[in-house]
């Protein structure tokens, strides 16, 4: 029913720009937050970057200063910026989307298949 889905991803040069677009696809729901989280081989899934409805963002340490996360609420998309890439920055990018579903108070979350973005020394 809900279809969370990315796109954006491939191969860049370190020091290129990237980005990183997901859309979340559905009915019955709202927002509650979007965000990207990463997941290289061998290390833990990790936040991003993300941003609540209300427009209040968190960036990971890696990442900021270098990226930049907006949305769209009425059109339940969130993109991701990434500028002045670094090999380390390779990994799986995941979208993820916090959705509150009409009549409820659960929260629930809801990911994209994952798009590899791989960065060139």
């Known amino acids: 029913q809900v279809h969370v889905v990315e796109s954006g991803g491939g191969l860049v040069q370190a020091g290129g720009s990237l980005r990183l677009s997901c859309a979340a696809s559905g009915s019955g729901f709202s927002i509650n937050a979007m965000g990207w989280y990463r997941q290289a081989p061998g290390k833990q899934r990790e936040l991003v970057a993300d941003?609540?409805?209300?427009?209040?963002?968190n960036y990971a340490d890696s990442v900021k200063g270098r990226s930049t996360i907006s949305r769209d609420n009425a059109k339940n998309t969130v993109a991701l910026l990434v500028n002045s890439l670094k090999p380390e920055d390779t990994a799986v990018y995941y979208c993820?989307?916090?959705?509150?579903?009409?009549?409820?108070?659960?929260?629930?979350?809801?990911w994209g298949q994952g798009t590899q973005v791989t960065v060139s020394s």
């Open positions: 993820n989307a916090r959705l509150k579903f009409r009549g409820t108070m659960r929260i629930s979350d809801y």
């Open positions: 941003i609540t409805s209300g427009g209040s963002t």
